[in-house]
């Protein structure tokens, strides 16, 4: 590798986030692309999230029951009230990726001409991120699309859309090298706010002057040791207190045997999951889409409500 390249290497991994390239993250990335943006029955029951609401939800493919968690009280209530509203009444999932999951929520869905972009509509609003460690994307989970971090970092949820995971089961060695990832783009996070505060302008003064060095042919080794040295010593400063990510034993099992999505732990809301109708979430799952993943056929979010 040439001293250039070697240089530019060491100046990403300090400020621009370096991710290694590897499956996961090329996997990531190309699911989590614009993951977005009638009468009443009210039954308490028992879940592993203590007691949750259970919602009856009629499809053109037939009925699920989903819960709600306690946990995730902002994303339990809004639900409540927009199946209330009969706001998900006649709309459409409208996103569906084999082995990943189903989107649904889009008003603008309701009624759409075929081959219509869909995904952008909402209520009007967005919702508090409520990511809690103990709640995961097990297959079957409940959670809320959102808009990406780059225009979204503080990951607030559409106050709408919604996704059910289906996903895969991983291996042991995937998931490891999912923890390692994840711990990385957190560190690294954590490395360029450091170094981007205002407080710490004097490090940035000599990473820029280390930069500015390495411009010149004969000194790039010398930059690239310089950076070296100033990512050392910033490091323990920036992740002081930083808490590496680990799956639970919990997780590693649901994982392995019933599968999920993990890559998408700790950066969406998980707020219910699914309690019986897995099958027809299967069948949705499984659907011929078009280009931009929606349905050729439109799967139908006939009614929703509240069961007590």
Request: net charge negative; hydrophobic share 40%.
């Amino acid at each position: 590798m040439s001293q250039v390249k070697k240089l530019n290497m060491v100046i990403c991994t300090l400020i621009v986030l370096l991710l290694v390239a590897c499956g996961v993250s090329a996997e990531t990335e190309k699911f989590t692309e614009n993951l977005q943006k009638g009468s009443q029955k009210v039954e308490e029951i028992e879940t592993p999230q203590k007691k949750s609401i259970k919602i009856s939800v009629k499809t053109s493919h037939g009925d699920v029951v989903i819960a709600l968690y306690n946990e995730t009280p902002k994303h339990k209530e809004n639900f409540i009230k927009l199946v209330n509203e009969n706001f998900y009444d006649s709309t459409l999932f409208h996103r569906v990726i084999k082995d990943f999951m189903i989107q649904g929520g889009d008003p603008n869905s309701r009624g759409a001409a075929a081959g219509v972009a869909l995904g952008e509509g909402g209520p009007g609003y967005t919702i508090d991120a409520e990511i809690k460690p103990n709640l995961y994307h097990k297959k079957g989970a409940l959670c809320a699309a959102r808009q990406g971090d780059n225009v979204n970092p503080e990951k607030r949820s559409s106050g709408s859309q919604f996704y059910v995971v289906t996903g895969k089961t991983y291996q042991k060695e995937e998931l490891e090298q999912m923890e390692i990832q994840q711990n990385r783009q957190k560190e690294n996070g954590l490395m360029q706010a450091f170094i981007q505060a205002p407080e710490n302008a004097a490090y940035m003064a000599r990473l820029q002057e280390a930069q500015a060095m390495g411009k010149e042919a004969a000194k790039r080794a010398e930059a690239e040791a310089a950076i070296n040295i100033l990512a050392e010593e910033i490091k323990p400063l920036a992740l002081a207190g930083f808490v590496p990510f680990k799956f639970t034993e919990e997780q590693l099992k649901d994982y392995s045997t019933i599968g999920g999505t993990p890559f998408l732990d700790n950066a969406y809301t998980v707020f219910g999951e699914v309690m019986s109708g897995m099958e027809i979430i299967n069948k949705i799952g499984k659907t011929a889409t078009a280009p931009g993943d929606r349905p050729l056929e439109d799967v139908v979010v006939l009614s929703m409500e509240i069961i007590k």
